[in-house]
Nanobody, 125 residues
Framework: QEQFVESGGGLVQPGGSLRLSCAAPEFTSGFFAIGWFRQAPGKEREGVSCMRSQDGSVDYVDSTKGRFTMSRDNAKNMAFLQMNNLKPEDPATYSC??????????????????WGQGTQVTVSS
């Protein structure tokens, strides 16, 4: 497996929750950062949350702080995004990607690779 495989998207009402998962390429269990990104129709891709491998520190885009929580299970090559209190501005295709931790300089989607196909999140009443 050389790409991420995302799952867990769906339709939820505003204020609802979803837990997204991505199966990561095995090499990312080493010194690689993993990030969650999203892209809504007509908008540029943006970083949602990104985690370095060694210390587990996570960067979140301001609009998701306090609502989204990213975690990783390196033993299982998995990353997760718990999304609570979903808002009308959150719908998008959510994807995972990776880059070497040594090159990590924030959660901008530039210079990340091995993108998955993404999973769709829809928020609607």
């Amino acid at each position: 497996q050389e790409q991420f495989v995302e799952s867990g998207g769906g339709l939820v009402q505003p204020g609802g929750s979803l837990r997204l998962s991505c199966a990561a390429p095995e090499f990312t269990s080493g010194f690689f950062a993993i990030g969650w990104f999203r892209q809504a129709p007509g908008k540029e891709r943006e970083g949602v949350s990104c985690m370095r491998s060694q210390d587990g520190s996570v960067d979140y885009v301001d609009s998701t702080k306090g609502r989204f929580t990213m975690s990783r299970d390196n033993a299982k090559n998995m990353a997760f995004l718990q999304m609570n209190n979903l808002k009308p501005e959150d719908p998008a295709t959510y994807s995972c990607a990776t880059r070497p931790t040594a090159d990590y300089n924030g959660c901008s989607p530039v210079h990340w690779g091995y993108w998955g196909q993404g999973t769709q999140v829809t928020v609607s009443s």
